[in-house]
């Protein structure tokens, strides 16, 4: 009737995954980390780190962060890896410390690369073009209350 299948060595699985897992890291995982750690040195050789840090000091001093935690949560908007590539950056070099990578976390999680998920999700699903604003509204509020959370409990 059907043709039987072969079960694989659990050897052989492991190994399977762990060729994809290896694929995606070089493929996805380190190109966008090492993006984030570009951006964070162009920023700051250009001054431009300190002139966005100033200009959002005031929003972020809400959340009791640093205006340059703002790159961070810019950086996880376009893609999650990259948010989190930029938050080690910047604490590499001093100028965010565990506390603001605390607070920061949820929102580079409920942002994760909101504007690439537009091509890939929205775009495929047929979701209309008025739709965009609400539902990237929604999780720019979920990522703001997460940080207010964090902020309270940290």
Request: glycine share 12%; charged share 10%; proline share 3%.
């Given at each position: 009737?059907?043709?039987?299948t072969e079960k694989k060595?659990?050897?052989?699985?492991?190994?399977?995954?762990?060729?994809?897992?290896?694929?995606?890291?070089?493929?996805?995982?380190?190109?966008?980390?090492?993006?984030?750690?570009?951006?964070?040195?162009?920023?700051?050789?250009?001054?431009?780190?300190?002139?966005?840090?100033?200009?959002?000091?005031?929003?972020?001093?809400?959340f009791t962060l640093p205006?340059?935690?703002?790159?961070?949560?810019?950086?996880?908007?376009?893609?999650?890896?990259?948010?989190?590539?930029?938050?080690?950056?910047?604490?590499?070099?001093?100028?965010?410390?565990?506390?603001?990578?605390?607070?920061?976390?949820?929102?580079?999680?409920?942002?994760?690369?909101?504007?690439?998920?537009?091509?890939?999700?929205?775009?495929?699903?047929?979701?209309?073009?008025?739709?965009?604003?609400?539902?990237?509204?929604i999780s720019i509020i979920?990522?703001?209350?997460?940080?207010?959370?964090?902020?309270?409990?940290?």
């Open positions: 009737m059907g043709a039987k060595m659990v050897t052989e699985v492991f190994i399977e995954g762990a060729r994809k897992g290896l694929k995606i890291g070089t493929s996805s995982i380190i190109p966008n980390i090492l993006m984030a750690y570009v951006l964070i040195s162009v920023l700051k050789i250009s001054g431009l780190l300190d002139v966005l840090s100033r200009i959002l000091d005031p929003l972020m001093a809400v205006g340059a935690a703002a790159t961070v949560i810019l950086s996880a908007w376009m893609g999650t890896a990259g948010g989190v590539g930029v938050a080690v950056g910047l604490f590499t070099e001093g100028l965010l410390d565990a506390h603001d990578i605390m607070i920061l976390t949820p929102a580079i999680f409920l942002l994760g690369a909101q504007i690439q998920y537009i091509g890939r999700v929205l775009n495929v699903a047929g979701v209309k073009n008025r739709h965009y604003l609400p539902l990237l509204a979920n990522a703001m209350l997460g940080m207010l959370v964090m902020r309270i409990f940290v």
